[in-house]
């Protein structure tokens, strides 16, 4: 605090300079202990589910939060650099311009939370690694810039991390392209061209063996059988082909498995209407992440 005053009081340009530098040395002391005493955690589409409650509480119970981005690139060239004599407005958007050229690929989001006894801040750290995602209709394609790159190996970024770890997000825009395409049906198509037809021929002979001879014993009940997913990505197109080609059984979306079982068709039209709207919905966006 006295450092900080002394910089108000500072009269002279050489003094100011000092104090400034005085109160940046304070400031690194600070955040080397902050970083001591920090919990890191990365966050991927794997453990996702399990830490998100964590990261809401954490936002919660902090003081403020810092947030710092990663891009897979920056720089537009001289026509969009910084200028000073550049109006709020026009930095805004050249900055604007510089982010939505390129995407994102890790999140970091530190929560402080102030001890008032101790008078110092903890800090809980969390590194989400992230990228767009394949859905419906929308298939981004996004440019990497080689300096970028550079910088991004000179800090050890994690490739492997980011691209087959990393957490599928969508824009506000493309949220609504996709809603109206479950709405009309067309959001399977894309997805049916790329999915391994092989593994499907397997799928549907595993299920007919297993239900195929009770397909007329209508009193059978209780009957299921618990599948793997194939790729988790095309969970929601799975579970939707296997009720559309199964008429008398219906599949339930599980965390690491397709759960499969035999309904009557009164119970059939219930699960129909329940899962229209908001659960197909919530199936197919999952834990995607909303990038403005």
């Known amino acids: 605090q006295s450092i900080i005053h002394a910089s108000q009081q500072c009269d002279s340009k050489r003094n100011q300079n000092i104090a400034n530098v005085c109160l940046a040395c304070v400031t690194k002391v600070v955040v080397l202990i902050l970083r001591k005493d920090s919990n890191m955690v990365e966050v991927t589409r794997s453990n996702f589910s399990y830490v998100f409650p964590l990261v809401e509480k954490s936002i919660k119970d902090?003081?403020?939060?810092?947030?710092?981005?990663?891009?897979?690139?920056?720089?537009?060239?001289?026509?969009?650099?910084?200028?000073?004599f550049d109006s709020l407005p026009e930095r805004y958007e050249k900055?604007?311009?510089r982010a939505t050229s390129f995407i994102p690929c890790q999140i970091g989001l530190s929560a402080f939370t102030k001890d008032k006894d101790k008078n110092s801040y903890s800090v809980e750290t969390y590194v989400f690694y992230v990228r767009p995602c394949m859905i419906g209709s929308i298939d981004r394609i996004f440019t990497c810039?080689?300096?970028?790159?550079?910088?991004?190996?000179?800090?050890?970024?994690?490739?492997k991390k980011f691209l087959p770890e990393g957490i599928p997000y969508i824009n506000e825009n493309e949220v609504l392209q996709v809603r109206e395409e479950l709405k009309d049906g067309s959001i399977s198509l894309p997805h049916e061209k790329i999915q391994d037809s092989r593994h499907q021929a397997k799928l549907y002979d595993m299920i007919d063996k297993k239900f195929g001879r009770y397909k007329y014993k209508?009193?059978?009940?209780?009957?299921?059988?618990?599948?793997?997913?194939?790729?988790?990505t095309h969970v929601y197109f799975q579970v939707k082909e296997i009720r559309r080609k199964f008429p008398k059984?219906?599949?339930?979306?599980?965390v690491d498995s397709i759960l499969v079982k035999m309904v009557s068709p009164t119970e059939r039209m219930q699960l129909q209407k329940y899962d229209e709207a908001l659960e197909q919905e919530n199936q197919l966006l999952g834990i995607i992440f909303l990038w403005i």
């Open 62 to 84: 902090s003081t403020f939060i810092a947030i710092d981005t990663e891009f897979t690139g920056l720089i537009l060239g001289p026509s969009n650099e910084s200028n000073l």
């Open 218 to 232: 209508p009193h059978v009940k209780n009957l299921e059988v618990t599948i793997p997913i194939h790729t988790k």
């Open 95 to 97: 900055l604007r311009c």
């Open 249 to 254: 059984l219906w599949a339930y979306p599980q």
């Open 145 to 159: 810039q080689a300096s970028a790159i550079d910088f991004l190996c000179g800090y050890n970024f994690d490739f």
